[in-house]
């Protein structure tokens, strides 16, 4: 490699089969180095070399073992994003092979990281996108381990959310992530049988989880925190039994937020789950007395006859609220 280049070079001969030795720690700093050469503005040839490094240590069957290692002892987001690769290709395709205390140990150690980073306002948000794919890795983990071997989850789950703001914000995006997962995502990754069993457990735990919404949005000031609790709430509404919608206080508190701009297309989103559902006549007053006190908050938030206007030079999210509008009245009297 020229000498004059001052980006990360990867490392010579030596180091990189000091890194393909598994059979010790790996040298975390050698490894960063080898990342950053991957993803840095150096020469064709130093990418490719680093290039070769990380996919040998990918294909390596005893690679997951280091990940804890890198974890905790590397400050490079990309070199924690692909430690938590070799951790994912693990879960998904070997988890029923590895020893029980292997697996309580991944268990634990990822349950405890998210813990520890959502607890703290500063770290939540500075760590964010670390956070997000802890997050994913976690449902990985929950879509082998729940309900039979985890039986706790959601009351554990629940409970971690009542402790610290920022750690509820990030119970309801785990929350979402698992229902985007088992009814959005799954087809393909798990077998119907499995699909229906995780189904049957979010559906028989769901009253943990609307209570915790409910107690969310009736009690908390933090706008991070209601908007992570809408969208989990848009996740959910379209299959939960009906009675969690019509028999409780949801619809009078999401019309409450409607109004409130911040809010509005979150919540009509949750609305408009809520107008597509099939149910017969036995919620016809509660439905009607929703779609009549909404007529009423949007004749005030845009006044008949200034639609077209109001689109025209509305800003993005302005324009956002005219569709999702589009989508709520089609929704509704398509039913």
Not at 23 to 44: E, H, M, N, R, W
């Amino acid at each position: 490699p020229d000498p004059r280049h001052t980006g990360a070079l990867p490392p010579p001969a030596a180091m990189a089969e000091k890194l393909r030795d598994l059979s010790q720690p790996i040298d975390v700093p050698v490894l960063d180095a080898t990342v950053a050469a991957f993803y840095g503005t150096g020469s064709k040839e130093e990418r490719s070399a680093a290039d070769l490094i990380l996919r040998d240590l990918q294909n390596n069957p005893d690679m997951w073992l280091q990940v804890v290692h890198i974890l905790q002892n590397s400050q490079n987001l990309n070199t924690k994003f692909f430690a938590l690769q070799v951790l994912e290709s693990v879960i998904k395709y070997r988890w029923n092979a590895l020893p029980v205390e292997q697996r309580d140990g991944i268990k634990n150690y990822i349950s405890d990281v998210i813990v520890q980073l959502s607890s703290n306002e500063v770290s939540f948000r500075q760590e964010r996108l670390y956070v997000n794919k802890l997050n994913i890795i976690l449902v990985q983990v929950l879509k082998h381990e729940w309900p039979a071997r985890w039986t706790s989850f959601i009351p554990d789950l629940v409970a971690a959310a009542k402790s610290s703001e920022t750690i509820c914000e990030n119970c309801m995006a785990i929350l979402k992530l698992l229902s985007e997962e088992i009814f959005d995502f799954s087809r393909g990754e798990m077998t119907q049988q499995k699909i229906k069993e995780l189904k049957s457990s979010l559906n028989s735990e769901f009253r943990l989880i609307h209570e915790l919404c409910l107690y969310v949005l009736s009690a908390t000031q933090s706008s991070e925190l209601i908007r992570a609790t809408l969208a989990t709430l848009h996740a959910f509404l379209s299959w939960i039994p009906v009675g969690f919608i019509f028999e409780s206080p949801l619809l009078e508190t999401l019309l409450k937020f409607f109004p409130m701009a911040a809010y509005r297309n979150l919540t009509l989103q949750c609305l408009t789950e809520v107008a597509a559902l099939q149910f017969g006549d036995f919620y016809n007053v509660q439905y009607v007395k929703m779609y009549t006190f909404f007529m009423l908050q949007l004749q005030a938030i845009l006044p008949p006859g200034t639609i077209p206007n109001a689109y025209a030079n509305g800003s993005n999210e302005e324009q956002a609220f005219i569709q999702n509008l589009a989508l709520f009245f089609t929704a509704f009297f398509k039913v």
